[in-house]
């Protein structure tokens, strides 16, 4: 219920902060959301681009809300640091603002890396790339538009972004076994994506064993839960 009451606020403050306009500076936005998005809040084009997305599309709120508080959890499970906890659930909540320009299973996590780039969020640039596949290797990058390096999640952090987001399909938990599924399903056009589909499967499977042993619990079950 705890969980519950968390999400249920963070989705309104969320929701609340990429309802408006946005016209001029976001001075005016209450002290709340100020601090959700310390750091973010003074770029008021950055933040236009997440609320087209939340318009257009009303799971993306609910999405990205959910991988953030896991990411989140685990964080204060950990013991990290207030900043920490804030840096690291900021780019959770930001790992798929590249649907803002489009929906490709691929392509939102290169024009997610592009345009947080463009404002300086280097780390969370590079969260929006290497969640895609659960990381993609040089050759791979080039063939999506990104620089010519690896981008694969290396810290526990960067890995719990792919991890969750794959445990929540649209704006409702599943399992992995039923995502990759789905995701083999309704992309079966897409050689360069489903390929590579029992590759990311295999590192989401590997690592959400590591989570388990960690915190004792089942980490889909704890994602349906929240």
Known sequence: ??????????????????????????????ETIELLFQGYYRDAQFLKNLADISSKNHSFVEHSSNVMIFTMNYCIFSGFSDDDIRKFSLGALLHDIGRYRTHDPLLHGTEGYKLLSLFNYEKEAYVCASHILFGLNTAEAMHLGLPACDFVPHSIEEKLVPLVDYLIEYDQPTTLDRRFSSLRERNGGNSFFSNRLDRAQQSARLFMKQIEEEIGESVEGVVANQ
């Open 1 to 30: 219920k705890g969980l519950y009451n968390v999400k249920t606020i963070l989705n309104e403050l969320v929701n609340e902060a990429l309802s408006n306009p946005f016209d001029g500076g976001l001075e005016f936005l209450p």
